[in-house]
């Protein structure tokens, strides 16, 4: 089946420190990925698309010079937090759209990625 | 743009049969429903997908009324497992292209 693989499964930095996550598509190509950010007890809120090779779309509210989303190849986006703060401490996850087909809206997830900012 | 509606929360025994409704009164024409389950501190994972009528695999049925504007996932025997969180998600185009956006989910709790 369709595997999405995230990396580091779980980071810890200082304040200020800048820390990227990587997301990829292991068996498949993923035209479109998406990244949520999902707080303790709460559902997963969209950040960004991204589609290969271009600039990614950011959701209303979410920062684009803080959360850099960067989508180079078909299998492979990452986000950097850049500058963290204690308050950017959540658990990030993106999810993949494979490429080609009829897309009926499934998506592939990723296992999910925890930042605590110290 | 298809919100939909779920109850926060249920609970249920184990070994019981399981009915979670969603309310989508704004689902598009070429809107598809998709069910997604979540573990604590894990990525959702996909249940169940329909467009209309009665889709059934080997975890779970979704039911799917003529006007499309709800769906039931039900989930038979459950058990200890089962817990979860239990998303209902539609289809949303904007600019163009497909994006996926979560409501609050079902926390779904089963009982010994």
């Known amino acids: 089946g369709a595997v999405v693989s995230q990396h580091p499964s779980w980071v810890i930095c200082k304040s200020g420190t800048s820390v990227k996550i990587e997301c990829r598509s292991l068996d498949f190509q993923a035209t479109t990925m998406f990244w949520y950010r999902q707080f303790p007890k709460q559902s997963l809120m969209l950040m960004a698309t991204s589609n290969e090779g271009s600039k990614a779309t950011y959701e209303q509210g979410v920062e684009k010079d803080k959360f850099l989303i960067n989508h180079a190849s078909l299998t492979l986006s990452t986000l950097t937090v850049t500058s963290a703060h204690p308050e950017d401490s959540s658990f990030y996850i993106c999810?993949?759209?494979?490429?080609?087909?009829?897309?009926?809206?499934?998506?592939?997830f990723g296992e999910g990625s925890r930042l605590t900012v110290l | 743009l298809a919100k939909t509606t779920q109850p926060i929360s249920m609970d249920s025994y184990e070994g019981q049969e399981v009915n979670i409704t969603c309310s989508h009164n704004?689902?598009?024409?070429?809107?598809?429903i998709t069910w997604y389950q979540q573990f604590p501190s894990q990525g959702p994972r996909f249940i169940i997908q329909?467009?209309?009528t009665k889709v059934t695999n080997e975890v779970a049925s979704l039911f799917i009324p003529a006007d499309r504007k709800s769906s039931t996932l039900s989930l038979p025997r459950v058990s200890l497992s089962d817990t979860a969180v239990y998303y209902c998600l539609v289809g949303m185009n904007s600019g163009g292209y497909q994006k996926v956006t979560f409501g609050t989910g079902t926390k779904l709790q089963v009982i010994p």
């Open positions: 704004n689902i598009a024409t070429n809107d598809y």
């Open positions: 329909g467009y209309k």
């Open positions: 999810s993949a759209r494979p490429r080609g087909g009829v897309w009926t809206g499934e998506l592939f």
